[in-house]
């Protein structure tokens, strides 16, 4: 269930490239995703650069949320670059093997991550959910069963969001604010659906493709290479035993933005916006 896909482009189309099991195909999500993809991965690469979409939506994070979601950038690819703050994120968890391995890393590094967490997996491991609140983690919501949710329809993809955050509420007695939608896939009306309901839309700005099965010196190189202020780093804490590269980077990615800086905070902090309602 990855979603991450790197190849510098786009953040949806990425997420796309690892479509789930039974997922939907490869290029017939490319072929939706990419109209809206942020072209701009690149720009992002080069450097100072930012697409416009991106400038726009770093603005209103700098203030504290209002009750007005709607009126926070819809969709958030990273934190201002005012300061070297960067925040983790680890999708598709919980799981009782990797997830249980990054918080172990997590701790030993004193370092805080943001990991979005799938509805039916929530449910299943409601003990480790409580366990990566009880540390300090962040978690937000990554959809129920993690489909594309521009197919969905209107309430389906409603039904997506809400029953998530029944889950994580049920368990932590917390209801995420920020969601991240499977593959990175978004549209005009499921971002105005999801704003709607509350929540921010988290992409990212630098993508491991861990999912895909690297090496962890890979993972590693890549971070080094996407990574700036304000950067928000996307990795996987389930899905597929290819994720031991994963854990393997992540104490040498850790050290290696502590040695150069960085911060790292969890992606509310970076973006200036509540986790929970
Ligand atoms: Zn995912």
Redesign the pocket.
């Known amino acids: ?4 896909t790197d190849s510098g482009i786009r953040p949806e189309q990425k ?1 796309k490239a ?1 479509a ?1 099991s039974g997922g939907p195909d490869k290029e017939e999500v490319k072929r939706q995703i990419q109209p809206k993809a942020p072209a701009d991965h690149g720009d992002q690469k080069k450097g100072k650069v930012e697409p416009p979409e991106q400038k726009k939506e770093t603005k209103p994070v700098m203030k504290p949320s209002s009750q007005k979601p709607a009126k926070a950038p819809a969709v958030i690819y990273k934190g201002s670059g005012d300061a070297k703050r960067v925040a983790l994120t680890f ?2 968890g919980p799981d009782r093997h990797f997830t249980l391995q990054i918080l172990e890393i997590l701790e030993k590094e004193r370092v805080p991550a943001t990991f ?1 967490v ?1 509805g039916q997996l929530a449910e299943k491991h409601p003990d480790i959910l409580r366990e990566i609140d009880r540390r300090g983690h962040v978690i937000g919501n ?2 129920f069963s ?1 489909p594309v949710m521009t197919r969905l329809s209107s309430a389906s993809a409603t039904r997506q969001v809400e029953e998530t955050n029944r889950i994580i509420r049920d368990a932590t007695g917390k209801s995420p604010r920020l969601f ?1 939608p ?2 990175g896939a978004v549209n005009k009306p499921l971002i105005r659906q999801v704003s709607d309901q509350g929540f921010h839309i988290i992409q990212w700005s630098v993508d491991t493709r861990d ?1 895909a099965g690297p090496s962890s010196k890979k993972i590693v190189h890549t971070v080094k290479q996407q990574v700036g202020p304000g950067g928000i780093i996307l990795q ?1 804490s389930a ?1 597929g035993p290819q994720l031991k590269e994963t854990v393997k980077a992540l104490p040498v990615i850790i050290r290696h933005l502590k040695q150069e800086g960085y911060e790292f905070v969890t992606v509310d902090q970076l973006i200036g916006i509540p986790a929970y309602h």
């Not at 269930?1 to 991450?4: D, G, K, W």
């Open positions: 269930m990855p979603e991450s997420e690892q789930p999708d598709d979005f799938v990554h959809s993690h991240r499977p593959y999912w996987h899905g």
